[in-house]
């Protein structure tokens, strides 16, 4: 097991959203994190990157608990997270932003890094020199995701990477979600439209308010009555 979480309970000032939420994730596995608008995935993966402090239980990432770390340094122990908004510097170029995702890393290491991210992803070495915010929607996703495998992860989380993309760009990112696993790197992936997550999942868990009700391998979500009805539109 890479990640743990147990029991998390976590939300903004006094308002609780999550409900003593736990979930596992282990080594080389895809997980996804499906669940309506307002369940509670974006919190789940804020307070694992450290963005918002928890309010009780345990996050445990390869055996040292990090609950109340700084984001900085949770990124340094090899967990990284790409937000939804993908916070890139618009008006940096393509390698500019990879290389800020480098801060962590000793400048020796930056050129292999971007050998690996240009092979993932060749539009991004074709585009090398572009400005971030001029580029697709798509483009910047992958970008967004570059960034974060600059900081060499052992463990990725990603928030809604298909949100707004169209629909052959979206294989294309959760393709690169595949590869990104392939290559070794654990991945936690929150996603609202959950049939394409499922799809390249290893594992999935179901969140409603606040808490998992249900959990299973991606093939049985997908033929879950209960998903099927309110997450798939079936
Ligand atoms: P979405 O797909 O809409 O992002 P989600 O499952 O990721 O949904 P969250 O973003 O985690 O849901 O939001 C869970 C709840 O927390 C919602 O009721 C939301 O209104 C509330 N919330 C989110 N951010 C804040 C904040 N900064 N302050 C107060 N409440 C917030």
New binding site residues.
């Given amino acids: 097991m890479i990640l743990d979480l147990q029991q998390l309970t976590a939300?903004?000032?006094k308002?609780q959203?999550?409900h003593e939420l736990s979930l596992h994730v282990d080594r080389h596995e895809i997980v996804s994190l499906i669940?309506?608008?307002?369940?509670?995935?974006?919190?789940?993966?804020?307070a694992i990157a450290g963005l918002?402090g928890t309010m009780g239980g345990k996050i445990v990432f390869e055996g040292e608990e990090i609950q109340g770390q700084r984001p900085d340094t949770i990124v340094r122990s090899g967990l990284v997270h790409v937000a939804?908004d993908r916070a890139l510097f618009g008006d940096l170029q393509v390698w500019e932003n990879l290389e800020m995702g480098a801060y962590t890393q000793p400048r020796s290491s930056i050129k292999g890094s971007l050998d690996e991210v240009f092979d993932l992803f060749p539009i991004l070495a074709e585009r090398r020199k572009q400005v971030a915010k001029t580029m697709s929607g798509g483009q910047q996703q992958m970008l967004a995701i570059g960034r974060a495998l600059m900081a060499r992860p052992r463990c990725l989380t990603l928030?809604?990477p298909s949100?707004g993309l169209a629909p052959n760009l979206v294989s294309q990112v959760l393709d690169a979600i595949k590869a990104i696993r392939d290559s070794g790197v654990t991945v936690l992936i929150?996603e609202?439209s959950a049939r394409q997550a499922l799809a390249i999942s290893d594992r999935a868990y179901v969140?409603e308010n606040?808490a998992i009700v249900l959990e299973g391998t991606g093939a049985e979500l997908s033929d879950d009555p209960r998903v099927r009805e309110a997450y798939l539109g079936m």
């Fill in positions: 939300g903004y000032r308002l959203i999550l669940g309506a608008n307002g369940a509670g995935k974006t919190t789940t993966l804020r918002i939804q928030d809604e949100v929150v609202q969140i606040g």
